[in-house]
Structure formats: C-alpha cells, structure tokens
C-alpha cells in the first residue's frame, strides 16, 4: 500500500501486479480511481494525476470553478 500525498490529502492505493506483467492501482478513498502502468513508479504518476483530476471535477471550488481536463 502507497499514500500520495497532494494539497494534504493522502489517499491509499492498492497496487496489484497483473498476470501480464503491468500494475493496477485502485483507491477505496476515491470512486472510480483506477490506473495501469508498466512500473509501480509510473502507476502512482498515473494515479495522482486521474486522484487530482477526479476530485477537481468533485469540488470544481478547489480550482477556482476551472475544470482542467
């Protein structure tokens, strides 16, 4: 299990490796975050960046009422 930490939120992934040899992160603190990546390290990049993006689309007055996407 990894935190991220971002804007002090911390959210655990659970990173599995896959049978074909990628790695699937999943959050229980985020509906719907979901990442693949072909290392652990690029799997957390991918899934802090879909973690920012989901819950800037949650609580658009985190970004000034800006949805980046």
Partial sequence: MLDIVEHERIIRLHITRLPEGAYLATSDD??????????VAET?????????????AQSPSLTGGKREF
Wanted: proline share 0%; aromatic share 0%; net charge positive.
């Fill in 44 to 56: 957390v990049e991918i899934a802090r960046d879909i973690a920012r993006k989901l819950l800037e």
């Fill in 30 to 39: 985020i509906q719907g975050l979901v990442a693949q990546g072909r290392t």
